[in-house]
């Protein structure tokens, strides 16, 4: 699996997909604690998976964002195997200790056919979550949490699509000597939501090219404004693509701290997630 990720315009992450047959979750248990309410849930998983959880109340299923308080084996890849468990609050997401008793609906997805959703925490090592839908992540996209010290992804569905790069004449702000070429996609990927920030670069380089708050010609809040006065050099140790990003670049430490395979997007890529309506 690859991985892009675009820089000052839109820090972007893409990754490639395959078909492939869906791992099987089967819940084996499911207790609740008497005091808080606490449900832990016991499964069992025939291959290695990314899984995820739902609930419903009487066979309906509640809203996404009212179960993200859970822990464990959730969220994330898990190699196969038994005795699995998670853990919901409900007391936490809905202030009602009552829907303890509510069941729980877990979806395996396969490791190459991912979640709609990726979320790398920068300041950890190797902690990438999934989400089934963006109200599931725990906070809503919003939080500043995710403009600091988490960044979040979505998988754009390009594969099989062909994009037309560029833009006719006479589209609005097209040049004249603008030329159009026809790429077709192989593979969906992964592009975050946001710009990468000044708290995001800092978190992982432990520098900041930006100007300072005082001086900046965007806002007062340098942690989440985009970072701005890098050079390819910063971003990826040379000037082009002809060759693998340095250790030492921004690009390189994020792929040691992540495990992903981070890179800029090329232009086809940041076409697509900019322009196609996805």
């Given at each position: 699996?690859?991985t ?8 972007s ?5 395959a078909?492939a ?6 819940v ?8 808080t309410?606490a ?13 995820t959880?739902?609930?419903e109340?009487d ?6 964002e ?14 196969a195997?038994?005795g ?5 609050r409900?007391?936490?997401d ?11 609906v ?6 190459d056919?991912?979640p ?7 300041a950890?090592?190797?902690d ?9 992540i ?6 500043r949490?995710y403009?600091?010290?988490?960044m979040v992804?979505?998988?754009i ?10 833009s006719?004449y006479?589209e609005?702000?097209t040049?004249?000597?603008e030329s159009?070429n026809?790429?077709?996609?192989a ?9 990468c920030?000044c708290?995001?670069?800092l ?6 090219p930006t100007?300072?708050?005082?001086t900046h010609p965007y806002t007062?809040d340098?942690?989440v404004?985009p970072?701005a006065?890098?050079?390819m050099?910063?971003?990826?140790g040379g000037?082009?693509?002809a060759s693998a990003?340095?250790?030492?670049s ?7 701290r992540t495990?992903?395979?981070l890179d ?6 940041w076409?697509?997630?900019a322009?196609?309506?996805?």
């Amino acid at each position: 699996m690859k991985t892009f990720l675009s820089f000052l315009a839109s820090v972007s992450c893409c990754a490639a997909f395959a078909s492939a047959d869906n791992p099987q979750c089967t819940v084996t248990q499911v207790s609740a604690d008497a005091d808080t309410g606490a449900v832990t849930v016991t499964y069992s998983l025939d291959a290695d998976a990314i899984v995820t959880a739902a609930f419903e109340v009487d066979g309906t299923a509640l809203p996404a964002e009212r179960c993200t308080a859970l822990a464990g084996e959730v969220n994330r890849y898990v190699k196969a195997g038994t005795g699995l468990t998670l853990t919901w609050r409900p007391d936490r997401d809905l202030d009602d200790t009552a829907l303890a008793a509510a069941k729980p609906v877990l979806t395996a997805w396969a490791p190459d056919v991912p979640p709609p959703y990726m979320v790398v925490n920068l300041a950890a090592t190797k902690d990438v979550r999934y989400y089934a839908s963006k109200e599931a992540i725990p906070g809503g996209v919003g939080d500043r949490l995710y403009k600091t010290q988490r960044m979040v992804f979505a998988k754009i569905p390009a594969s099989g699509r062909n994009w037309v790069c560029g833009s006719a004449y006479g589209e609005y702000s097209t040049e004249r000597r603008e030329s159009l070429n026809t790429v077709t996609f192989a593979e969906d990927y992964y592009m975050a939501i946001y710009e990468c920030t000044c708290a995001q670069y800092l978190t992982i380089t432990n520098s900041n090219p930006t100007k300072t708050a005082t001086t900046h010609p965007y806002t007062a809040d340098l942690d989440v404004t985009p970072v701005a006065s890098c050079t390819m050099a910063n971003v990826r140790g040379g000037r082009d693509f002809a060759s693998a990003p340095t250790a030492g670049s921004l690009i390189g430490k994020w792929r040691t701290r992540t495990g992903l395979a981070l890179d800029l997007p090329t232009r086809a890529q940041w076409e697509v997630a900019a322009r196609a309506g996805i």
